[in-house]
């Protein structure tokens, strides 16, 4: 089976990057198209990438167009449509808001989309940056998302098979797309490792600390919980690294907190640690489609204090792995981590319920599905039509 694997850009490592890890994973020999690549961007995480077979596109000759990769957003057709996928029998698009599914296929390949999201920035939904704050990107932001709209939905229905994150992202794909989805959830790290440096192993065992392990963007709302704890003197740890970031340091310089602490990115051996050392961990995101970073705290018996939206409610089970605030205000945020001292959440339910989400139950029903949907496809190729390639290209 000739496979390709589709994705974005690779300039930060998330969930989509975890995603995009395991289907390589599954298929190592399959080479990876996309946008870019940045090494250095993609911090303790680059080393494992940098061996895979990386195609890039275009961009990736242009420095210019490379670095404004966002505001330049509209450039994402031709970027897609620039590759020659002639050869593949299969074609996995790991997709969030660049795109990628837009990749013109042969009508007799098999294209499949794992969507993390539709971009949020087309639809209403918060973003990293407040991009209308300003007059003249607002027009601007206006006139490229009308264009990109057109584009997304076009996009959509050049895939032959959708699969969502979570149940969110799949009634958004049947909201804006008309298109049906199954789901499998992303994959997530449920085994726990010793560390190999034993520099925190000795200070994080207490827990007695809060944690938030996020990118640092604007919808991520991680000053809700610096005010929080600031306002209850809780001792609390961030891990990640973002626009945000500065924006996050000047507020605890503000407050002149001595118990909250910017960690920045760190390797994973460290990461795990840290959240094996964690009383709670407090994720304050807003719509988010399904959010790993709470099953990964969950798989180390560490319960959830989680803002009740998007997929987050899919994961943890309120008042046994964890509780949910209903508004987006530090007070609401302050009774929830009142309530959860009150509450006895043991540490095995939590581990339980993260293994629901393993890595290995990734792999094994992404796999099904492929050989599936490629089986199916070549039971009834031969009734494919010249005109299933205009479909595909142009919807």
């Keep these: 089976m000739k496979i390709a694997l589709i994705h974005g850009f690779l300039k930060e490592y998330g969930g989509a990057e975890r995603v995009l890890e395991a289907l390589h994973e599954i298929w190592p020999k399959a080479p990876v198209f996309t946008a870019f690549v940045d090494f250095r961007g993609l911090g303790p995480h680059a080393e494992r990438i940098r061996k895979w ?82 007059l003249p990107v607002r027009v601007y932001g206006h006139l490229v998302n009308h264009y990109l709209r057109m584009y997304d939905y076009l996009a959509s229905q050049r895939v032959d098979f959708f699969i969502a994150n979570s149940n969110e992202t799949q009634k958004r794909i049947a909201k804006f797309y ?18 190999k440096t034993q520099n925190y192993n000795a200070k994080l065992k207490t827990k007695d600390y809060f944690l938030c392990v996020s990118r640092l ?28 970031e500065k924006n996050l340091k000047s507020q605890i310089s503000n407050l002149k907190s001595q118990n909250i602490e910017l960690l920045g ?45 998007g997929g ?39 581990i339980r319920q993260a293994k629901k989400f393993s890595k290995e139950r990734f792999k094994r029903e992404i796999k099904n599905f492929v050989n599936q949907k490629l089986k199916q496809q070549r039971k009834f190729s031969h009734t494919k039509m010249p005109c299933d390639r205009m479909i595909k290209a142009y919807g």
């Design 312 to 350: 987050v409610k899919e994961t943890v089970i309120e008042g046994k792995t964890g509780v949910f605030f209903d508004e987006l205000t530090v007070e609401s945020l302050i009774k929830e981590i009142k309530k959860l001292s009150n509450l006895e959440i043991k540490k095995e339910d939590c």
């Design 178 to 195: 008309r298109r049906e989805s199954v789901v499998i959830y992303p994959p997530v790290k449920t085994q726990n490792s010793k560390l």
């Design 217 to 244: 963007a604007r919808a991520k709302n991680i000053n809700l919980a610096i005010k929080a704890c600031h306002e209850l003197r809780l001792p609390l740890k961030i891990v990640g690294k973002g626009r945000e």
């Design 265 to 309: 990115e760190v390797p994973d051996d460290q990461l795990r640690e840290i959240y094996a050392g964690a009383k709670a961990l407090i994720f304050p995101a807003q719509d988010e489609e399904f959010g790993i970073v709470p099953v990964e705290a969950m798989a180390h018996g560490v319960p959830v204090i989680a803002y009740r939206s």
């Design 53 to 134: 077979d990386i195609r890039e596109s275009w961009v990736a000759r242009l420095w210019l167009t490379k670095k404004l990769h966002s505001p330049l957003r509209f450039l994402a057709p031709l970027i897609w449509e620039s590759f020659n996928l002639d050869k593949y029998e299969v074609v996995i698009s790991s997709s969030g808001w660049y795109i990628c599914r837009g990749v013109v296929t042969r009508p007799e390949t098999v294209h499949i989309c794992y969507l993390h999201h539709p971009p949020r920035h087309l639809y209403g939904y918060q973003t990293s940056l407040d991009w209308q704050k300003y």
